[in-house]
């Protein structure tokens, strides 16, 4: 399973570290990179990004804690809204 840490060099300039599932491959990625979905349940709530080495599409659950660093660090967020 991949993983994502960050932090940032300058505070427009955050920088994550992630992993992919496919090729096992590490790297660092700009907030540009990544895409969050906030839904109304952990299920509906993910981070996803391309990885540069095997072009794979990675998508991954976000708990609260990623949300936050992902958030915090610029990554553009789409809030997905149920139907009721």
């Given at each position: 399973m991949g993983t994502v840490s960050g932090y940032a060099r300058e505070l427009s300039d955050a920088v994550f570290k992630a992993a992919c599932p496919d090729c096992?491959?590490?790297f660092e990625l700009a907030a540009g990179a990544f895409r969050l979905?906030?839904?109304g349940s952990r299920r509906t709530t993910f981070y996803s990004f391309t990885?540069?080495?095997c072009g794979a599409s990675v998508r991954k659950p976000a708990g609260e804690r990623i949300v936050q660093l992902l958030t915090g660090g610029g990554v553009r967020t789409l809030r997905l809204h149920s139907r009721v």
């Open positions: 096992r491959g590490s979905a906030i839904g990885c540069p080495d």
